[in-house]
């Protein structure tokens, strides 16, 4: 019995003496920790970098709702995962991500370029980096990452190819003139901007994008942007200043999905023959998007947000987007806006929220295109959801919902082909359009309010929905229209319009012109519309063929009021429309193979996922049976009664970019929200406090257990003390 006690005891206090070196040793290693020798512990490698740019809630990391400051976009998260937490994680730890900070920044680079030994490396960034100038990276395959980090006044040169930008904050306020004056600059193939936020606030009269892809000497292929936030405040005033959120020239192949972009910008003189500095895109010198000769571009699921600011000249005009050569293009559930409250009532201005030129096989489809501004006046304005502008080939445009107010000249889709032939669908669109078609100016012909304005060589003009109202007093002589070519331009011009809804107060739903000089218009048909106009509104069942205004030759019939004598069958469609509806178009939809090795389905989004990343759609949000008119599966509905879009539905709030599709809240950056003064709303220390904090909590655990571990050992050798004791006595 008494040698079954002494092996009881013996093992006892091995245990304890075990236990009590275990604890001391861990609090001592809590204590030695320091966030400058990440450097030499086992990190995450390139195929596991999902881990590191996620923030799962397994991770510790809360989603913050985003904050509106001034139009400010921001949706932040606040991680609290430490450095320990990463480095103990043991999941496929490798060797080729770094950890960088102000401390040992210099070990990575060199006169500011990263060191060519870190190619194909993942840099992680924790901290904060300010007036760093601008950080070059021209190895190839490198992932730059962040784990509460922020860039102030420091911008990226990304030169080579395969490059991925993730989960950063950036804010700048200087002029950028050594990196092509962007925040951002682009020249290689093959590059991602994932998941990041990016704050301009623009010096005065310079020149700044905030992201900036120039392919015009070498036509990149393959960039992505992607689920990103994008503020830019531009106040380029003079003539050669250029402001842009994002700018793309010749870059082909690219995807621009799920951002949200927000600018304010002043509206300016432009030329519409010139040929600016940043190729033909850039004769509009400000915009949200610009693209020049992009080809194959995917412009998907953004939120695209323009707001007036100032005004420099004479005829101030802006573009939201603007597109020029941009062929072979998919522009497809976006919510475009273009608004202006800084023009007055009684004064022109301009404005385009998208803005096509010179391009052929382009598909807008399923968009949400709004413009409001108090300015225009009689003869003079424009505020336009949807501009084309000749030569183009087989421009469709379908499902879209188009908004328009002002108070002078307005429409919402104006085409022309003043420059070459044109070519265009306009198939089952909601068009809603408020403008005052008083007389005034040189030319009555300008005094134009209409749902479509259409100078072009030969239009199918099917099933849309077309509302127009005219703020001025009704004249039977007014221009004011459902459909219309009113304004003279030369070449032969043939139109197929049918089963629309337009809904007017002018004196006639449809009007075209005939043979003026060198324009001729010829087998063209114009039936089974329901117009209701001034005239015909009060009389139920009228035929309203004579609200039809058309040359000699033209097939007028079967247009009445009330319902359509003849419903559009599918037959009508062309096969462009019934295959997008049938299959979806493959690109913007939820295609995105190519980054497969970083999905993490278990990740809430904020790093490589399947869920809502920084921007405005889940990455790879469905396809078009889900989310547009294709449940149906080809059976399109051919009234035009029913013609009313799907498309994303956003508000005219002037300040405020609308929130996310998904309804939750959108992880984006993980830092507190920059001030307006350019500096972060939380101390740029907090992460190393609270680090430091973590390390004092543990220890003190520590601590703890191995008091009690060593008072329990004394107590256990007391206890056997008099246990001996006892057995001598005896």
């Given amino acids: 019995m008494r040698k079954l006690s002494k092996c009881v005891l013996l093992f006892s206090m091995s245990l304890i003496l075990l236990l009590s070196i275990s604890s001391v040793s861990a609090m001592e290693d809590s204590s030695d920790f320091k966030a400058d020798a990440l450097e030499d512990a086992p990190v995450l490698g390139m195929d596991e970098c999902d881990n590191i740019v996620s923030s799962s809630d397994e991770d510790g990391c809360i989603g913050i709702a985003s904050s509106e ?52 490396s993942t840099l992680v960034f924790n901290g904060s980096f300010e007036n760093y100038g601008i950080l070059k990276f021209y190895s190839n395959d490198t992932l730059i990452s962040s784990i509460n980090s922020s860039f102030y006044n420091t911008a990226f040169d990304l030169g080579a190819s395969g490059i991925i930008l993730s989960n950063l904050t950036i804010v700048l306020d200087e002029e950028f003139e050594d990196n092509e004056y962007a925040g951002i600059f682009i020249h290689a193939d093959n590059v ?27 036509d990149f292929t393959g960039l992505n942007i992607v689920n990103n936030t994008i503020n830019l405040y531009g106040h380029g005033l003079g003539p050669d200043y250029y402001n842009y959120a994002i700018l793309m020239r010749n870059t082909h192949d690219s995807v621009v999905y799920g951002n949200r ?14 040929r600016g500095a940043y190729g033909m895109a850039s004769m509009d010198t400000v915009a949200a ?9 995917t412009l998907s699921n953004n939120d695209i947000h323009t707001f007036v600011n100032s005004q420099y000249m004479n005829f101030p005009t802006l573009d939201t987007v603007i597109l020029y050569g941009c062929s072979h293009s998919l522009i497809e559930n976006n919510s475009i806006r273009c608004e202006d409250l800084f023009t007055q009532v009684g004064h022109d201005n301009y404005l385009y929220a998208l803005d096509l030129h010179n391009l052929n096989d382009v598909t807008v489809i399923g968009n949400n295109i709004s413009v409001f501004t108090n300015g225009g006046m009689p003869g003079s304005g424009t505020a336009y959801p949807i501009q084309i502008n000749g030569p183009v080939d087989h421009v469709k445009i379908a ?28 198939i089952s669109n909601f068009i809603n359009v408020t403008g005052d078609a008083t007389l005034g100016g040189a030319n009555p012909a300008y005094c134009l309010v209409t749902g479509i304005e259409v100078q072009d060589n030969g239009d199918n003009i099917l099933n849309n929905t077309i509302i127009v109202n005219n703020l001025g007093d009704y004249r039977s002589a007014a221009n004011v229209y459902g459909i219309s070519y009113v304004q003279s331009i030369g070449g032969r011009h043939t139109y197929n319009i049918q089963f629309n809804n337009i809904t007017t107060n002018g004196n006639y739903g449809v009007k075209i012109l005939g043979n003026i000089k060198d324009s001729i218009t010829y087998n063209s048909t114009i039936s089974n519309n329901i117009l209701n106009t ?34 559009m069958s599918e037959d009508y ?11 979806g178009s493959g690109r913007g939809t939820g295609d995105f193979a190519w980054m497969n090795r970083f999905l993490d389905p278990s990740s809430n989004g904020t790093g490589f996922s399947g869920a809502v990343g920084n921007g405005t759609a889940p990455w790879g949000s469905g ?14 509905s051919g009234r035009g009664n029913n013609s009313e879009s799907s498309s994303l539905r956003g508000s005219l709030n002037s300040t405020r970019v609308s929130p996310g599709l998904s309804g939750s809240s959108l992880p984006a950056n993980p830092i507190a929200s920059p001030s307006d003064a350019g500096s972060s709303a939380a101390n740029p220390n907090a992460y190393e406090i609270d680090e430091h904090d973590n390390v004092v909590s543990k220890s003190s655990d520590y601590l703890q257990l191995g008091l009690i571990c060593i008072v329990a050992l004394l107590l256990l050798l007391v206890g056997y003390k008099r246990q001996k004791d006892k057995e001598e006595e005896e």
Wanted: charged fraction near 20%; hydrophobic fraction near 25%.
């Fill in 623 to 636: 396809n078009a049976s889900g989310n547009r008119h294709g449940s149906h599966d080809g059976d399109v």
């Fill in 573 to 583: 469609y062309p096969d462009w429309l019934k295959d997008y509806v049938r299959n």
């Fill in 69 to 120: 400051d001034e139009g400010l976009v921001e949706d932040n998260v606040l991680c609290s995962s430490s450095y320990n937490a990463l480095k103990d994680s043991n999941n496929g730890v490798s060797s080729n991500t770094y950890y960088v900070d102000a401390g040992n920044f210099n070990d990575f680079f060199n006169e500011n370029q990263l060191k060519p030994e870190y190619a194909n």
């Fill in 289 to 297: 998007f610009a693209g020049d000769y992009c080809e194959n571009l």
């Fill in 399 to 426: 499902f879209n919902n188009l908004t328009t107010f002002n108070r002078g000249p307005n429409c919402g889709i104006y085409s022309n082909n003043y420059g070459g032939d044109t070519f265009i669908d306009i």
């Fill in 534 to 567: 001034h005239t015909t509104s009060s009389v139920a069942g009228a035929s309203t063929n004579d609200q039809v205004k058309r040359p000699d030759g033209t097939i007028v019939s079967n247009n009445t009021n009330g319902r359509l004598k003849n419903n």
């Fill in 261 to 274: 972009i927000y600018c304010e910008l002043p509206i300016k003189y432009i030329l519409w023959t010139f």
């Fill in 192 to 218: 991602t901007i994932y998941n990041c936020s990016l704050t301009y606030n623009c010096p005065d009269n310079v020149t700044a994008f905030g992201i900036y892809s120039d392919g015009h000497n070498d």
